[in-house]
């Protein structure tokens, strides 16, 4: 069973920068997908970036593209949300999430209220402030 355990996040003022990171273990095929969804106050969750390694696939909502990079260190099994020139409007709670098998990280991390997702983190929160 995916196991997921992400640390990070806080506050931050506009403009600022914040790493998160997600343990990931229990994967039982070698094709998954990983990556980051967020949730914020009366929305629904929003798929921001995903990510499949052995396919070299990434995907990224048009409102983070830019400016959030995620990353995998498959030696760790650990991946990374990088958050670069945030903004107020990307205060949420912030999930790491994974699905398998999967390919291409476009549809499970696009689907609206991140449907395609199988297993979830324990959720971070992500203030900026103006």
């Known amino acids: 069973r995916v196991q997921l355990v992400e640390s990070g996040g806080g506050s931050v003022q506009a403009g600022g920068s914040l790493r998160l990171s997600c343990a990931a273990s229990g994967f039982a095929y070698t094709t998954y997908c990983v990556g980051w969804v967020r949730q914020a106050p009366g929305k629904e969750r929003e798929g921001v970036a995903g990510r499949n390694n052995l396919a070299d696939s990434t995907f990224y909502a048009d409102s983070v593209k830019g400016r959030f990079t995620i990353s995998l260190d498959d030696a760790n099994n650990t991946f990374y949300l990088s958050m670069n020139n945030l903004k107020p409007d990307d205060t949420a709670i912030y999930y790491c999430?994974?699905?398998?098998?999967?390919?291409?990280?476009?549809?499970?991390?696009?689907?609206?209220?991140?449907?395609?997702?199988?297993?979830w983190g324990q959720g971070t929160q992500v203030t900026v402030s103006s």
């Open positions: 999430a994974a699905v398998e098998p999967c390919w291409s990280p476009n549809f499970p991390f696009s689907r609206p209220g991140g449907a395609g997702l199988g297993y």
